[in-house]
């Protein structure tokens, strides 16, 4: 038999993606059985019994309410500018082959960055209530490692995610979203600005919307995404720690940023440095142990005297009063420096401490 083209194999694929009681790994145990999905649709019933680790219940496959359902998607995602990516066709992340459960396909909006094997991409997690430093730290990392022209990877959530997306872009680099909905359904609605500016990837049709299910579900594609993940805030049973085992389970690296003693934020952290993860502090721990390089410098700023002091000052979250303390100015040149500091960029005002963008 003729291989499939790609497009009849991508409408096969979906075809089986919307058939009840198929996963993503029985979907792959039909299409190496077969050699094609396309191939898989077209068997005859009495060899689906000899599919390994397909269930003896499931005794047909490619019902034509899901053939239906396949060829709407396709027709819907061609309307929205939507890519879809079958496994085993060109264009499908080969690092997600790392994963026993890989989707049969993805939703991609954007353009979708190298992922290899071992892609050149960092996952970047950590818990939404997270703490002014640690939203100061990962944005500090985030664009340090965009600048070196590696991939952030997160999940558009709140806290720690929102800020590594949102550095990433913003120093010029490439951020991929792997979102727990649809990619034209923007979970939290506030980041529907910064969703623009992203690559977008989700496991899910179009439509869907946020479940709570899918969250823990679709962190093993930011683990399989990345060559390493990195854990900047996290309690001991969190969403975090979940990426981090599947970033073990993949072969990839984990990194960790320390915390405070005692904050219930920093023991997911702590358990995974205890465990062997890299203790990091900054970009720069993760481009030596990939040998990545180094972070390149930026040029200097021609900044006006007052303004280059209290950004000299800012080498931590500060308040304004931290801020006066540090570089003896008065309280209002303080204020008027850091107006002009945060409409360049180069500031932001979190929960009444300032870092550096």
């Known amino acids: 038999m003729n291989a499939p083209c790609a497009a009849e194999e991508l409408l096969a694929l979906l075809t089986l993606r919307f058939t009840p009681g198929l996963g993503p790994r029985r979907t792959e145990h039909l299409r190496a059985h077969f050699g094609s999905a396309h191939a898989a649709l077209r068997a005859p019933r009495s060899e689906l019994r000899g599919v390994p680790g397909l269930d ?6 490619g019902t034509p309410k899901a053939a239906e359902q396949a060829h709407a998607e396709l027709t819907e995602a061609a309307r929205l500018g939507v890519t879809l990516l079958g496994r085993g066709l060109d264009g499908y992340p080969p690092a997600l082959d790392a994963l026993e459960d890989a989707p049969a396909v993805l939703w991609a909006l954007g353009d979708l960055p190298d992922l290899s094997v071992v892609p050149r991409a960092i996952g970047i997690v950590g818990t939404r209530a997270a703490s002014p430093h640690a939203v100061s730290l990962t944005r500090t990392v985030a664009a340090d490692l965009a600048r070196a022209g590696v991939v952030v990877v997160s999940g558009l959530a709140r806290g720690i995610d929102t800020a590594a997306h949102g550095a990433a872009v913003e120093a010029g680099g490439v951020s991929v979203g792997v979102l727990g909905s649809a990619v034209n359904v923007i979970y939290p609605r506030e980041n529907e600005r910064l969703a623009g500016r992203l690559t977008l990837i989700s496991e899910y049709p179009l439509g869907t919307g946020p479940a709570q299910h899918h969250f823990p579900t679709r962190n093993r594609l930011i683990a399989a995404l990345s060559a390493g993940t990195l854990v900047v805030e996290g309690e001991r049973k969190s969403g975090s ?10 072969g990839r690296t984990v990194f960790a940023v320390p915390g405070r003693a005692g904050d219930p934020r920093a023991a997911g952290p702590h358990a ?3 465990d062997g993860a890299v203790l990091t502090e900054s970009a720069a721990d993760i481009l030596t142990e990939f040998g990545w390089g180094s972070v390149p410098q930026q040029p200097a700023l021609n900044l006006p005297p007052e303004q280059a002091q209290v950004l000299a000052a800012i080498n931590a979250p500060a308040t304004l009063d931290d801020l006066q303390a540090r570089t003896h100015l008065p309280l209002p040149d303080v204020q008027t420096a850091l107006v002009m500091l945060q409409l360049a960029g180069l500031v932001e005002e979190v929960g009444g401490r300032w870092s550096r963008r």
Do not use: G, K, M, P
């Not at 003896?56 to 496959?61: E, G, M, N």
């Not at 720690?241 to 993949?250: G, P």
């Open 272 to 274: 995974l440095i205890r």
């Open 56 to 61: 003896r219940s499931v005794t047909a496959i």
């Open 241 to 250: 720690l979940i990426t981090a085992t599947h970033a073990l389970e993949c």
